[in-house]
């Protein structure tokens, strides 16, 4: 069973940055599509980005302008650079993907699209 694994995540202050990184447990997979949740306390999990093997990217309209979602050259890690953090960004950020299907604009906030989850990484916005 693949599992992914999210890193990056820490404690910053309004306004800091930070960048969420996450990759497959065993090296031999890639991926399709890959995209970034979140999940706050007493919320529901949200899409935040998303990106396709075309490199389609797609954001979240509360994120746009301040976060960026990559992927590397061999498709198997995704990464989440946020810039600009505020308070209401603190979350539990996981890491999603899928090995079959390309997402799309009104697709890649479906999470029965995507395959395999991270566990998360926490995300604390401090004003």
């Known amino acids: 069973q693949v599992q992914l694994m999210e890193s990056g995540g820490g404690s910053v202050q309004a306004g800091g940055s930070l960048r969420l990184s996450c990759a497959a447990s065993?090296?031999?997979?890639?991926?399709?599509?890959m995209a970034w949740f979140r999940q706050a306390p007493g919320k529901e999990r949200e899409g935040v980005a998303a990106?396709?093997?075309?490199?389609?990217?797609y954001y979240a309209d509360s994120v746009k302008g301040r976060f960026t979602i990559s992927r590397d050259s061999l498709k198997k890690a995704v990464f989440l650079r946020v810039n600009s953090l505020k308070p209401e960004d603190t979350a539990l950020y996981y890491c999603?993907?899928?090995?079959?299907?390309?997402?799309?604009?009104?697709?890649?906030?479906?999470?029965?699209?995507?395959?395999?989850w991270g566990q998360g990484t926490q995300v604390t916005v401090s004003s």
């Open positions: 999603a993907a899928n090995q079959g299907r390309t997402v799309e604009a009104w697709t890649w906030r479906t999470e029965s699209n995507y395959d395999y």
């Open positions: 065993t090296y031999t997979y890639t991926f399709n599509s």
């Open positions: 990106i396709s093997s075309g490199g389609g990217a």
